[in-house]
C-alpha cells in the first residue's frame, strides 16, 4: 500500500510538474500563431503576386459574324458579305444584347434599335447574297426581336424568360450565318 502511495504521488508531482502557467501557454499561444502568419503569408503571396482576380464575363469571339475557317467562299460574294455594314452593326448589337452589355432599364429602346437595324438588314442584302433562305432566316430573326419585345413588356417578367427569348434570337442569327456561309460558298453560275 506504501509503494502505491508513493507511485500515486509520483504521478502528481510529474503532471504537476508538466503542468504551464498561464505566461507559458501564452507565450506558445503567440509562437504557433507567428509561425503559422510566416509559413502562409510569404509563400502565398509570392505565389498568387501576379494574379489578377477579375469577375467572370462571358466572352465572344473576336470574329462574332461567322466563322471562315475551312469555307472556299466566292471571292466576290465574300466581297460583297464584308462590304455589308448593317450586318456587322446589326452582329455589334447582337452581341452586346447577348453578353448583357444592356442596361436592364433601356432594353426597350435597344429592342426598338435592333427592329431598326433587322429592317436595316433587309433592305439592303447583296444582291450576289440574296437567297430565298436568307431572307427566310432574316424574317425569322424579325419575328424573334418582336417575340422580345413582348417578352420584356409584360409587367413582372422573370429575367430567365427574358434570357430564353436572346437565346432564340441567337439561335436565329446563327441560321441565317450557316445560311449565309453556304451560300457564299456556292460557285456562281
Do not use: H
Amino acid at each position: 500500500m506504501k509503494t502505491i502511495k508513493i507511485a500515486v504521488s509520483a504521478l502528481l508531482i510529474a503532471s504537476l510538474a508538466s503542468c504551464k502557467t498561464d505566461k507559458d501557454k501564452e507565450a506558445q499561444v503567440e509562437e504557433n500563431q507567428e509561425v503559422q502568419a510566416v509559413d502562409s503569408t510569404a509563400p502565398e503571396k509570392a505565389r498568387y503576386a501576379d494574379a489578377v482576380v477579375t469577375p467572370k464575363k462571358p466572352t465572344m469571339p473576336e470574329n462574332y459574324e461567322i466563322d471562315w475557317e475551312g469555307v472556299e467562299a466566292d471571292a466576290d460574294k465574300k466581297l460583297d458579305f464584308d462590304g455589308w455594314l448593317e450586318y456587322q452593326t446589326f452582329s455589334g448589337s447582337l452581341g452586346k444584347l447577348e453578353l448583357k452589355e444592356v442596361p436592364e432599364e433601356e432594353i426597350t429602346d435597344y429592342i426598338t434599335q435592333l427592329e431598326n437595324e433587322t429592317t436595316a438588314l433587309e433592305s439592303t442584302i447583296p444582291a450576289s447574297l440574296l437567297t430565298e433562305e436568307v431572307q427566310e432566316d432574316i424574317k425569322d430573326i424579325r419575328e424573334e426581336v418582336a417575340d422580345l419585345r413582348r417578352v420584356v413588356e409584360q409587367p413582372g417578367v422573370e429575367t430567365s424568360k427574358i434570357d430564353n427569348q436572346v437565346e432564340e434570337l441567337v439561335e436565329a442569327y446563327q441560321d441565317l450565318n450557316e445560311e449565309l456561309k453556304e451560300t457564299m460558298t456556292k460557285k456562281a453560275s
